[in-house]
């Protein structure tokens, strides 16, 4: 397939929630799409209920826990339909940890490997080629469960934490090149990820409505912010509060159900 003129987007995690969403605006502001998911299925059957045309999108199968699987579906990209202009390291994974559990160090295992080293793998096929182009946008998925940690979500704040540090360490790594990094920290979006949450979600946003104002916040290149900004003030009121307060302020909150390992 030849590049389009059109400007080509690389979503991860676009079977559902923010990565389709995502997708959704992207293709209505004018870009091709380059689709990434383990459910292929999903993605075709949302193609084809959308009415998208064929020459602007183009489906692959991968997961990003997996480096190789993610490499792989990035170097189709660029054979298929050209080097993107915009990358989108959006699939993550969220579950509750409980330390004193052995089966849990598996699942930090498993976080980390999707919520980080996916999102390095998947900016990697792309680096060089947008560095010797002179351009490009590498955006990484954190959440605002990066400025503090909270009980119960051991695994997902770290992992976010990592995501933020690691943006703003490759920032400063493409700066010169003039490949641009953006780093997005959603508040609470309406998605399986958070449909099961048991506690409150302030300023819950509609996957539709963060795409919206996500996609406004990439295609203007900022390097980092909070959807909704409402989240954005509460997590920087959260990261001033002294440690007794802010965990006086946290005990007996429920905390995000468990993930169990299949056998």
């Given at each position: 397939?030849?590049?389009?003129?059109?400007?080509?987007?690389?979503?991860?995690?676009?079977?559902?929630?923010?990565?389709?969403?995502?997708?959704?605006?992207?293709?209505?502001?004018?870009?091709?799409?380059?689709?990434?998911?383990?459910?292929?299925?999903?993605?075709?059957?949302?193609?084809?209920?959308?009415?998208?045309?064929?020459?602007?999108?183009?489906?692959?199968?991968?997961?990003?826990?997996?480096?190789?699987?993610?490499?792989?579906?990035?170097?189709?990209?660029?054979?298929?339909?050209?080097?993107?202009?915009?990358?989108?390291?959006?699939?993550?994974?969220?579950?509750?940890?409980?330390?004193?559990?052995?089966?849990?160090?598996?699942?930090?295992?498993q976080l980390l490997a999707t919520n980080n080293l996916g999102m390095a793998a998947t900016f990697h096929p792309f680096l060089r080629a947008?560095?010797?182009?002179?351009?490009?946008?590498?955006?990484?998925?954190?959440?605002?469960?990066?400025?503090?940690?909270?009980?119960?979500?051991?695994?997902?704040?770290?992992?976010?934490?990592?995501?933020?540090?690691?943006?703003?360490?490759?920032?400063g790594e493409m700066r010169a090149s003039g490949v641009r990094v953006v780093t997005l920290l959603p508040g609470y979006v309406a998605t399986?990820?958070?449909?099961?949450?048991?506690?409150?979600?302030?300023?819950?946003?509609?996957?539709?409505?963060?795409?919206?104002?996500?996609?406004?916040?990439?295609?203007?290149?900022?390097?980092?912010?909070?959807?909704?900004?409402?989240?954005?003030?509460?997590?920087?009121?959260?990261?001033?509060?002294?440690?007794?307060?802010?965990?006086?302020?946290?005990?007996?909150?429920?905390?995000?159900?468990?993930?169990?390992?299949?056998?």
């Amino acid at each position: 397939m030849a590049a389009s003129a059109r400007p080509l987007v690389f979503i991860t995690g676009a079977s559902s929630g923010i990565g389709q969403a995502l997708a959704a605006r992207f293709y209505a502001e004018g870009h091709d799409l380059a689709l990434v998911a383990r459910n292929t299925q999903a993605m075709h059957d949302w193609a084809a209920v959308r009415g998208l045309e064929p020459a602007r999108y183009a489906i692959y199968g991968a997961d990003v826990s997996k480096a190789d699987s993610i490499v792989e579906a990035g170097t189709q990209c660029i054979v298929r339909q050209g080097l993107p202009q915009i990358v989108v390291a959006n699939a993550g994974v969220s579950w509750g940890v409980d330390t004193a559990e052995r089966e849990d160090l598996d699942v930090m295992a498993q976080l980390l490997a999707t919520n980080n080293l996916g999102m390095a793998a998947t900016f990697h096929p792309f680096l060089r080629a947008m560095q010797a182009r002179g351009s490009g946008t590498l955006v990484g998925l954190a959440s605002v469960a990066a400025i503090r940690g909270l009980p119960g979500h051991g695994a997902y704040c770290a992992s976010k934490a990592g995501v933020v540090a690691y943006c703003e360490s490759l920032r400063g790594e493409m700066r010169a090149s003039g490949v641009r990094v953006v780093t997005l920290l959603p508040g609470y979006v309406a998605t399986p990820l958070t449909q099961g949450n048991r506690y409150p979600m302030p300023f819950l946003l509609s996957a539709e409505d963060f795409a919206r104002r996500a996609c406004r916040t990439i295609l203007r290149q900022s390097s980092y912010a909070v959807i909704p900004w409402q989240m954005g003030i509460v997590a920087k009121l959260l990261r001033v509060l002294p440690n007794a307060l802010f965990d006086r302020l946290l005990q007996g909150r429920q905390t995000k159900h468990r993930h169990r390992l299949e056998p």
